[in-house]
């Protein structure tokens, strides 16, 4: 690649795109426009809000007898002339909740009122009427409450102020003899909603004030009727409790407009080149395809990280000002000013954001003939990149291993960590976060090129596609290897079946039920669909499922190397058990496992049922058909890999996976250099038999002999017995194994699983 | 013939010295071959059919100092061709050199060796005139001085120098096609490629392109020109090849051509030419379905 056509590529999109006035609206402007505008009505919209002065139409208040009370008792009350008691109502409040009072009350309205009382949930066309009247009635006031005080009932026994053995009420259980207020309003009117709020908290504070004037009376503590209070103490730095909004908003922020930011530049530098005719001519020229595309893509980088970047300072200088705003007007409010350093974090993360995002979208764009239907289909990325995004603004959501390794959600958790200040945490999962966020924009990139490699896509034209004759396509366009398309969807498929389905067999009781369940998940989910794949969509089964004899040697080589590699493998196995500790579920599930397995007739039964028929099936299944068909992708590390990844996702359990995924390699590399899969089913046996004996191994008579504790060291945790390699032996072993590595890379070194003379 | 003069581009001076001079006293055959096509096939793959063969065992020849016709109506495979010549689309069968490297092997030196013009004029809307010949001089890898004097020279043979500042959007069709040359033009390249590059332009913009292709021919550029217009190609072309479905169904001198058919009118011949094709066709489905019965 020639840096110099990269860069006068580069230069080119960049001055292109800032001379259309599209891109630099919605990428530049609208960022800069948009949280400001909405911060200035934000503050508008509270202003009124706050201001909005609200009325309440007391009815039927006289004075404390007008609740049973006393004229002896000095209780304070409620209203003063035509305003609540400043005792209960503070000066700020009172202006915000005047009051219209009339101690009388009309015929009429006492009328409605009674019916209203007596008749609360009527929804006959009469009750319905009723509560109109009332509406109008406030609307008539001008008021946005009705309280309404009933008279007391005369020649009742009064509630406070008499002899306790002669009152009426003397448990809570009388609850009908407590005077009852009535409070009317439309709910469905805000200003209702709001004079209700301030309302109540009056009431509440005059009625907390006759019940310690009460107690007080009574010679009561104020404990009789509140034996506690709740003192709420929040430990948290004020830094952050700060941060804690700030840590889903500006990671969702960054990230979704990364990705929108990457759409109008990719669509008009691929679908619009096309559509212009100007693609074909950059074709034509000396850059090459490669220079092409990374140069489009470092265009449509610097758009969605410049899109993101400007959406980011936009909304925390917007964000500083509405604080501010809040803060000089004396609103308490529950955000605090954005960490400074988060800025930073995002500014770090924005790079490989927008990296994926560009060179998704662009992979993506370059498939459309027009910039219209690129927009079409930068959607679904869109539908696909919300929920991995939203997953992680969940309250429960938290960075784990598992979320770690969800591309968008782990990268957006890691960022919340880090704003929220805890490095700690950030440290531990940065590596599975930055590893799945590295092998993204690489696969997305090197998608990206492909797509540009493509004449067909390069120079699609409109086709009818037919389902039927897109089925005859695929039997009657055979080749010897499945296709690159039919190994992924045959990885996928056999992941999906196998964690779906197996759910549906009940946990095993007993050894017969672990080994059916066992054999028939492997044969039915595992081994069939590639099978059934390689006889309908290959021209040789055989050959595509890798069936051919090896001879002796790969074999005895790979049972070799399974053997020297097995201590690194165990040992990678524990570090990440170690580092990322499983659930207790985990535990449990294996201690349930030893139990079922002791059931077995004898230890070659577990042998074969562990290590004989994932060897077999698996191996059909992921070095069979799966890699065999992305040796399509010209390079056999690649295929190695990804079949690797997918026979680590098809392991349940996600620590097993990563050790999976690590094996897969060794067996991948076991079978695309022999060029067949009984090296790489030896392998697996050999590797799966290990595991059973070593653990077998340390409850056994052989943990006695003399030569145990030189190759074993054996601890338990959690109750489950685990066994170690020591290290020398792990050190000795790896001088074969390279030895053995070499001598498989010696057997093929071409990128192609077929020999030269047998390609079809 | 005339070699130097008003209305003769010429050559930048690195690469004056293989094209002029010996050149000119060379014959056609004598010449070296600038562009070699031999048994050329080309399949598309086909949801219904399984492939679709474009181009279909073509094979021809173009030399330095002549212009080579590939005449045809749409759908015969001459867009094809010149993409493969360009390296745009890659050969399913078959060999092509350009200036003596292979499309598949070299590809990178076969396209610093051709300047290629389309039907569509290709020209960027938001960038000017010289910005655009400018963009392509540099990726061809020209320092800035030599680009600057070539970017003048060019200007200025096609008046260009009024739009300089123009966006491409801005430019009428004649206009742009002007560019496309220029920028086709810039890196000065042995062989040049006019796909259909008269298609669409009004009759004095056909007529300026034309005699441009025909004076890039004085300065010894080998150019392919294909085109549906019979009397363009009859008066432009040393050299015809006649295309129908994907197959050359005969080529060489008009003049020869006319004498072998017993046609002089190069319209004439080449409805003759399909219509004995289209009748080889049918009697060969005729031959097939009688030897199944």
Redesign the interface.
Known sequence: MQL??IR??YM?EL??QL??RRTLFTVLILPLLLYPLLGVSFIRISQFMRAHPTRCWVVGYQNQESLGIQPDYAFPSLLVDDAFNSDFCPEEESALLTVKRDTGVTDALQKLIDQAIRNPDDESNEGVDRRLKIQNLLIEEQVDLLLYFPPYPPGAPPIFGADPENSEVHSPQDSEAIPKLYVFGNLARDESQIARTRLFAVLERWRTTIVDENLSESQLPPTASRPFVIEDRDLAATLGRQAILWSKILPFVMLIWALTGAFYPAIDTCAGEKE???L??L??????RSEIVVGKMLNVMTFSAASAMLNLLSIMVSGLFIIQAFQQAGSVLPVGFPPPLSLLWLSLAVIPASALFSSLALAVAVFARSTKEGQYYLVPLLLISLPLMMVALLPATELELGTALIPLTGLMLLLRELIEGEYLQAIKFFIPVMMVTGVAVWLSARWGVSQFSK??I??RES????IL??VK?LI??RGTYARVGEAMFCGLLVILLHSFLSMLFPPPNSWTSFASTTAISLIAFVATPPLLMAIFLTRNPFKSLLLRWSGPGPILGAIALACCLHPTLMWISHWVVEIYPPSPEFFTLQKDLESVLLQAPGLWAIVLLIAGTPAICEEIAFRGFVMSGLSGLKNKYAAITLSALLFGAAHGILQQSMTASVTGIALGWVAFQSRSLYPAIAYHFTHNSLSVLSAAGAESQAAETFWYPWLFRVTTDEGLTVVHYQWPTTFVLWLPAIALIYGFAKLNKTHQLAREESLD | MQRTGEGVLPSMPQAAPRVQGRLLTLTLSEKRLMIHVRELVKSYPDLKKGSFTALDRVSFDARPGEIYGLLGPNGAGKTTALRILSTVLAPTEGTVTVNGFDVQKQPGKVRRSIGFVSTNTAVYDRMTAWEIVEYFGRLHGMSKQVLTERMEFLFERFQMNDIRDVLGSKMSTGMQQKVSIARALIHDPPVLIFDEATSGLDVLVAREVLRTVASLRETGKCIIFSSHIMREVERLCDRVAIMYRGKILDEGPTEELGEKHGEKDVEELFFRLISMHELQLQRRSLDASEGTH
Not at chain 1, 283 to 288: D, I, K, N, V
Not at chain 1, 463 to 466: K, N, P, R, T, V
């Open positions: 110099s056509n006068f590529i080119r001055r292109d001379r259309d212009r005719g100007t074909e001519t074709l034509c020229s000396p850059a090459a004449e067909t390069i120079f086709e009818q596609l037919g004759s897109w396509q009657r366009d």
